[in-house]
């Protein structure tokens, strides 16, 4: 290249190259995570932030409650250690839940980028670990501290000397030594990759920092969301949706303000923090909330500080949706994952042919753990078998069924699960008629059978919603089915919390639906003899489609 | 006389045949297109083959070796076209295909639809039977339930079906007994079992890949029977091989069988004739850059042999996107493809950028400057407005470019609203589009822990020659190899290709409980099976052997390499110490004191590849004088410039062209940048070498 100045031209070959190198960095981590949930249901984030901490870009493939939890924590870990201290070859670790990804199963890894030996930029990651101690993961516990071990903001290598103090706490407090310390291995060799490849990039272009192309992406990012929302209605919408909370039902109450500077939204007249970890810290809650703004608004802009910053979420201290220190937040994602569909309420009252239905929203994903086989170690063995219900009905389309959102996360093969857990899944089938009835229908939930294969009994850690509140269909649709989860034998499990299959008996769990959009007598006849024909809809159900 | 070597690809438009006399430089080659005839694919390749042999002033008889690959396969999933087809799987599991991975292929778009699976719910039936992990029968198979279920098949009158059990990977019994069922209550009815068309685990993709071989079992068969015989009736004594997804050529016995495997054939005689043709030139890495109309697909080829993988998906639905398509697990030349050729579109994007592709304009309407309606600029539209496309020459001189509708769509819809030039407007286009291929190959590396640096780029179809040396800036590439006859590369690949079959097959093993016996009756099983399905190869042939490992727990195997042998005690441990080697050699560390464990294993059979024979070396002549000059505008210096134009045809071996010059030909043209000299070598490729090591 040249040393030409930069034209437009030149700031967009870099701005994609840019997000070429974070998706490497991703890449990396996603191809070396031990994590089961990392490598098999992309439950990570990667991205590169200017030396102020403003994210410039973020690699498409993560899950969105880490994408913008991630993108404030790198402030957090600025102020803790100013640019000026920063030498090549350190490493920054948290797993702070509130400056962090909002709970203590994900460690954020920040380095500091040197080119010619100055500091241009940080490479910040994150992925979900198995195990970090404490009571396990789940939301039994009272408050944080139950929750496993913390990490506030520390150095995990100092001029490329690795903290070994650390690394021995790391490993003395966790049931998967070996699996986390190499986790931890991992987020530190994708920040490597992501610098390298900026310094490589840098080389080419002739840059000595990142300041023009900074100003280039988060402009031009700003400005596409802004145009968006310009289009928007202006004006200011409130909904409400009770969850199931963990043994009392929460309010989810919301205004969604649509301005001429962006869109704001407040969570005043949400219910207060509960007794148990399904709160949710105000980090986790932007991030969710900017998400499902986002499908909307910017779904065709790329993620960074200029396309979210005209998105704005406030919510009152001590609500579930602003947890503060020390409530306990472990599954804070059951409550998280549903505040896209409580903005989608408030939306579809300014652009109803843009928003889906309520739909299942939170994983339900078997954390089982228990006895192992006779060779299997000292801890038995734990796994998130990662499964879905159905989604929201969408104005012109069906909802999918048994299909993650807003949660990216992929299901866990059943012959896989097999192998590293002595279970046998004796059905996982969609549910018929699960999907809530409409002129477009929800998607359908899932039906699983569970038993051990040798014979022991083995925990559950449910961490299940829309059992007591079921996915809200909506213009004369009908409500998605309710989720439940159970034993074979009868009796019915809570949805919070740890419980117990007993040998020879099968653990049932019914995953949710997704709500219908319009009366179901306007449903089309064709695609109702579809469902009909495919079993989806039974024929008593289809009693409801009559007009 | 010596014999003639056949080979026929049968692509989506076009039909090319290939006739080969004598090896090395004495090479004869004879090539003829046809267009592709749908209704009957042998009817243009029958005319074709006669046509080239007429050519070669030879008869069937004088056929030596016949290779067919053909798209057949994979239209036929694309458009639906395949037989009726019925899944039967284990009771509770009806939904495997639908369940799919639960994901979505783009996070933020409320909107998208999963792909279609080939079989409907309705077709899909369970029976009572289950295996567990290390296939122990935990449920008999109730073969009266399977005996219903064919009952119901025969009266919705289906022409495939699929069995695919849980963990049958394990242990067949099952499946073996279901389909003997089958045989007796639907006979005449193909029947494809998971345990023999993809023994791996994870339910979903065997489940997909059984499916698939299933839909176009009924149809490849018939249609490869056919012409097997038409072939023989006209004399030709040689047996037909087919070209296989993993760059292998199959017997039709075995293709008939597994038809799966001729899925994306055509690529893979692609990336075959980049590695022999870097053999030939002593190039240890290279990568295949091949770029089209619609597409433009990348290809890591090191020492000799393309990287291989062991799923891809077929049918894409939605912008190339992973995941938005069915998967097939089988051997596979591994490919990354984008939507980056010449007809794809470039507009302004939410952030006002430009960006390229995957829509494209294809060859009807086509881009602007063909003048047949197409307003939208193209890539194509983008190379013409900046003088690198010889508009007279363009496709032999078939197409008469408009150089002025070409700049008239890059500057209302590039240029104009962003404030920019004409020839800066369509420079962002080829520069995006560049970084595009550039960005794709870069990802494709990291998959494979490879570092690019030192690698050649091979360039070949239609727009490659005009990019390639571009994205070799990009990649900081030393060489870019552009050979001749880049035209008919896929079929002329089909003649390298090694007749051999891989095998594939699931069992988990963890190294500390390596359970020799288990291991060699299994490596020995399918040794056997292997070799069955690679009779015919002839020769000398090669046994290879790999595991597919990874630390327990993990996600993804990596393969690594075993001796053809019984194993003994010994190599536990040595397969430790590979396995990390590998593990150090893509990742950069290893986990020490982590359990290894083994998912899979894999048998390969047959003839080595065939070695080419090295190129002469020639003596460097000066080049023949420029037939003219055009105007380009350059990249680097942003400015327009007179560029030296040479006509291809006319350059010997040794001929040595400075960059930057233009080198135009019937099917392409190639723009050698400033950065880059060139000279023609004695297989009358054109190679351009970097003048001054990267900054």
């Known amino acids: ?547 | 006389m010596t014999g003639i070597g056949l080979a026929a690809d049968i692509g989506g438009t076009f039909t090319d045949i290939v006739a080969e006399r004598g090896t090395g430089p004495g090479i004869e080659r004879f090539s003829v297109k046809r267009l592709t005839t749908h209704d009957a694919p042998e009817r243009a390749l029958l005319e074709g083959v006669e046509a080239v042999l007429a050519e070669a002033g030879a008869g069937f008889e004088a056929v030596t070796a016949f290779v067919h690959g053909t798209t057949l396969a994979t239209n036929a999933i694309i458009e639906r076209k395949g037989a009726h087809t019925a899944l039967i799987a284990t009771e509770g599991f009806r939904d495997i295909l639908d369940i799919a991975d639960e994901g979505r292929y783009d996070q933020y778009d409320l909107e998208i639809e999963k792909p279609r699976p080939l079989v409907p719910r309705a077709l899909r039936l369970t029976v009572p039977e289950r295996m567990d992990v290390t296939g122990t029968s935990l449920l008999a198979l109730d073969e009266a339930a399977v005996r219903a279920a064919a009952a119901r098949l025969a009266e919705a009158r289906i022409e495939a079906v699929a069995v695919a059990f849980l963990h049958a990977y394990a242990n067949p019994a099952h499946e073996i007994r279901t389909r003997e069922i089958l045989a007796e209550a639907l006979p005449g009815v193909a029947v494809s079992l998971s345990s023999e068309v993809c023994p791996e685990i994870r339910e979903f993709e065997r489940t997909s890949t059984t499916v698939a071989n299933a839909y176009v079992q009924p149809l490849m068969a018939g249609y490869l029977r056919r012409l097997e015989g038409a072939m023989a009736e006209r004399g030709c004594r040689a047996p037909m091989r087919l070209m296989t997804s993993g760059g292998r050529l199959a017997s039709v016995d075995a293709a008939c069988r597994y038809p799966v495997r001729l899925v994306e054939s055509g690529p893979a005689g692609g990336a075959i004739l980049s590695a022999h043709i870097a053999a030939a030139r002593g190039q240890a890495k290279t990568l295949s850059f091949d770029m089209g109309g619609t597409t433009a697909k990348v290809c890591l080829i090191e020492n000799g042999e393309p990287l291989t993988a062991r799923s891809f998906e077929v049918d894409r639905s939605a912008r190339f996107l992973k995941g938005s398509g069915l998967p097939l697990r089988i051997p596979v030349i591994e490919m990354i493809e984008i939507g980056a050729g010449g007809g794809s579109i470039a507009r302004l994007d939410a952030t006002r950028s430009i960006a390229v592709g995957p829509d494209s304009a294809g060859s009807e309407p086509g881009p602007a400057c063909y003048a047949r309606g197409g307003e939208e600029p193209t890539v194509t539209d983008a190379d013409v407005a900046l003088g690198r496309i010889a508009p007279e020459r363009f496709a032999g001189g078939a197409i008469t470019l408009e150089p002025a509708r070409a700049a008239e769509a890059v500057g209302r819809e590039i240029a104009a609203p962003l404030g920019l030039s004409g020839e800066m407007g369509a420079l962002g286009v080829l520069e995006i589009v560049d970084e595009n291929m550039a960005n794709a190959a870069r990802v494709h590396a990291v998959e494979r822990g490879a570092t690019l640096g030192d690698h050649t780029l091979i360039a070949f179809g239609g727009a490659a020659p005009l990019h390639a040396a571009r994205v070799a800036e990009k990649l900081g590439l030393p060489r870019v190899l552009i050979p001749a006859d880049a035209g008919v590369g896929s079929a002329v690949g089909f003649l390298r290709a090694p007749v051999a079959y891989e095998t594939i097959r699931s069992r988990y093993m963890r190294l500390d409980a390596f359970d020799l016996a288990a291991a060699n009756a299994l490596l020995a099983a399918m040794t056997a099976e292997t070799a069955d399905l690679a009779r015919g190869a002839g020769g000398a042939l090669e046994e290879r052997r790999a595991a597919f490992m990874r630390y327990a727990g993990q996600g993804h195997e990596i393969s690594v390499a075993l001796p053809a042998r019984a194993l003994t005690g010994a190599d536990t441990e040595d397969l430790r110490r590979r396995f990390e080697a590998e593990y150090r050699r893509l990742f950069e560390r290893h986990i020490p004191d982590a359990a290894i464990e083994i998912l899979s294993w894999s048998v390969a059979i047959g003839a080595p590849v065939p070695a080419p024979e090295p190129l002469a070396p020639v003596a460097p002549a000066a080049a023949p004088a420029p037939v003219g000059t055009r105007a380009v505008f350059d990249t680097a210096e942003r400015a327009w410039r007179d560029l030296p134009v040479y006509d291809r045809a006319a350059l010997a071996p040794g001929a040595r062209l400075p960059g930057p010059a233009l080198v135009v030909e019937d099917a392409t043209s190639t723009l050698i940048t400033a950065r880059f000299d060139a000279t023609v070598d004695s297989g009358h490729a054109l190679l351009l070498t970097r003048k001054e090591p990267a900054p």
């Open chain 1, 1 to 547: 290249m040249t040393a030409a100045p930069l034209s437009p031209i030149d700031l967009q070959i870099m701005w994609s190259r840019l997000i070429a190198v974070v998706e490497e960095q991703a890449q990396t981590l996603l191809r070396t995570a031990f994590s089961p949930i990392v490598r098999e249901c992309g439950d990570l984030s990667a991205g590169v932030f200017d030396t102020e901490g403003r994210m410039l870009a973020q690699a498409v493939t993560g899950t969105p409650g880490h994408v913008n939890s991630m993108a404030e924590s790198v402030k957090h870990f600025l102020t803790r250690f100013p640019c000026e201290t920063m030498a090549p070859g350190d490493i920054y670790i948290t797993n702070d839940p509130w400056m962090g990804t909002g709970h203590l199963n994900d460690f954020v890894l920040t380095t500091p980028c040197f080119h010619e030996g100055r500091l241009v930029a940080l490479f910040s990651c994150t992925s979900h670990l198995m195990d970090i101690g404490g009571i396990g993961f789940g939301p039994d516990g009272t408050d944080v501290f139950m929750e496993g071990l913390s990490i506030p903001f520390l150095k995990l290598a100092e001029k490329g000397a690795l903290n070994e103090t650390l690394m021995a706490m790391i490993r003395a407090n966790t049931r998967l030594p070996v699996d986390t310390e190499g986790d931890v291995y991992s987020l530190a060799a994708c920040n490597d990759v992501g610098c390298r490849r900026l310094s490589e990039m840098m080389t080419e272009f002739g840059l000595t920092d990142l300041g023009p192309l900074a100003g280039h992406i988060l402009a031009r990012s700003r400005e596409a969301v802004m145009a968006e929302i310009a289009a928007l209605p202006k004006g200011s919408w409130r909904n409400e949706m009770v969850v199931d909370g963990y043994d009392a039902p929460v309010t989810l109450a919301v205004a969604v303000t649509v301005g001429d500077e962006g869109i704001h939204v407040d969570y005043t007249g949400t219910g207060p923090s509960a007794a148990r970890g399904i709160n949710v810290p105000l980090s986790y809650t932007t991030a969710y909330t900017v998400f499902g703004l986002g499908c909307v608004v910017a779904a065709r802009v790329p993620n960074n500080a200029g396309s979210l910053a005209p998105l704005t979420v406030s919510a009152p201290p001590g609500c579930i949706v602003n947890a503060l220190k020390p409530a306990p937040v472990a599954s804070r994602h059951v409550i998280g994952q549903m505040l896209p569909d409580v903005v989608f309420g408030a939306l579809r009252q300014a652009v109803p042919d843009r928003v889906p239905a309520e739909g299942t929203s939170c994983l339900w994903n078997l954390n089982v753990r228990g006895v192992a086989a006779a060779d299997g170690g000292n801890y038995g063995f734990t796994m998130a078998v990662t499964s879905n219900g159905g989604t929201g009905a969408r104005p012109a389309r069906d909802g999918l069924s048994a299909t993650a959102y807003p949660s990216g996360v992929k299901g866990t093969p059943v012959e896989i699960a097999e192998t590293v857990t002595p279970l046998v899944f004796w059905k996982k089938e969609l549910r018929p008629d699960s999907g809530g009835a409409g002129r477009s229908r929800g998607g359908l939930g899932q039906v699983i059978e569970v038993e051990s294969r040798i014979g022991e009994p083995f925990e559950l850690l449910a961490a299940y919603d829309r059992i007591d509140h079921p996915a809200r269909g909506r213009d004369g649709g009908a409500d998605g089915a309710a989720g439940y989860v159970g034993l074979a034998s009868g009796s019915a499990f809570r949805g919070k919390g740890f419980q117990t299959v007993p040998p020879g008996d099968r653990l049932v769990v019914l995953t949710p639906g997704g709500g219908g959009i319009g009366a179901p007598g306007e449903r089309n006849a064709e695609r109702l003899s579809a469902d009909l024909a495919e079993g989806l809809v039974t024929p008593e159900a289809a009693q409801r489609y009559r007009p």
